[in-house]
């Protein structure tokens, strides 16, 4: 299975401040997804990423919000823009590395963004 | 839209015991995917077991085994001979065939007591 490389682990940052969040896979994949876990919440789907096109967002996320930049087949950055406290969550990123979505996905082990 | 449920915010079991982590979900689909994954403190989300909805057979990973009631959409967990690393929380989600999103419950918290 692939392995997710996801940085920062760990900020804290300042309201109105962004901060970006990188994904490196160690396989190339087709799809790449970003997911937010909010405190004591389950994970939601925010946006895939796939490369060479625009990202696809769920209801509830805008890309003025979560830019997505997908360069190529290994990589992905999210960007949490403008954050206020509510932005406070882990940010984990996850692909499926065999293309076929119904093995399950892999996930990084997670960006825990505090905003104060 | 899906919903998966999970009843049990928190569980516990004494060390080699087994414990069940229910898990039901809604859905209109005959042919969709189920998973538990678990996440550790470390935050990193493990898949554990996954079923696929149109085999009627139970899937099993070693201590790990589900019960899945198609009729009933409930998708239970197993864990045999527990041990101090399975503590973690233990997520059920549901995936429609040829869909992407995960959709995931709120998990359920297990504390394994030596």
């Known amino acids: 299975s692939a392995v997710i490389s996801q940085k920062p682990s760990r900020d804290i940052c300042q309201r109105g401040t962004s901060l970006t969040i990188q994904c490196q896979v160690d396989?190339?994949?087709?799809?790449m997804f970003w997911y937010r876990q909010q405190p004591g919440q389950s994970l939601t789907l925010i946006a895939t990423a796939n490369q060479g096109s625009e990202a696809t967002y769920e209801s509830g996320f805008v890309i003025d919000k979560f830019p997505i930049s997908r360069p190529n087949l290994t990589f992905s950055t999210l960007t949490v823009s403008n954050m206020s406290p509510e932005d406070s969550s882990i940010y984990l990123c996850?692909?499926?590395?065999?293309?076929?979505?119904?093995?399950?996905?892999?996930f990084g082990s997670g960006t825990r963004l505090t905003v104060v | 839209a899906q919903t998966v449920t999970q009843s049990q915010p928190e569980m516990s079991v004494q060390e080699a015991e087994t414990v069940t982590l229910s898990c039901t979900y809604d859905t209109s689909e005959s042919d969709y995917y189920l998973f538990w994954y678990k996440q550790p403190p470390s935050r990193q989300m493990i898949l554990v077991i996954r079923?696929?909805?149109?085999?009627?057979q139970n899937a099993t990973e070693n201590r790990f085994s589900v019960n899945f009631q198609k009729a009933a959409k409930s998708f239970s967990l197993k864990i045999s001979d527990s041990q101090l690393g399975d503590a973690a929380m233990y997520f059920c989600?549901?995936?429609?065939?040829?869909?992407?999103?995960?959709?995931f419950g709120t998990g359920t918290r297990l504390t394994v007591i030596p």
């Open positions: 996850s692909v499926d590395p065999t293309g076929e979505s119904n093995y399950g996905y892999t």
């Open positions: 396989s190339q994949v087709t799809m």
């Open positions: 079923q696929e909805a149109y085999k009627q």
């Open positions: 989600a549901y995936l429609r065939t040829g869909a992407n999103n995960l959709f």
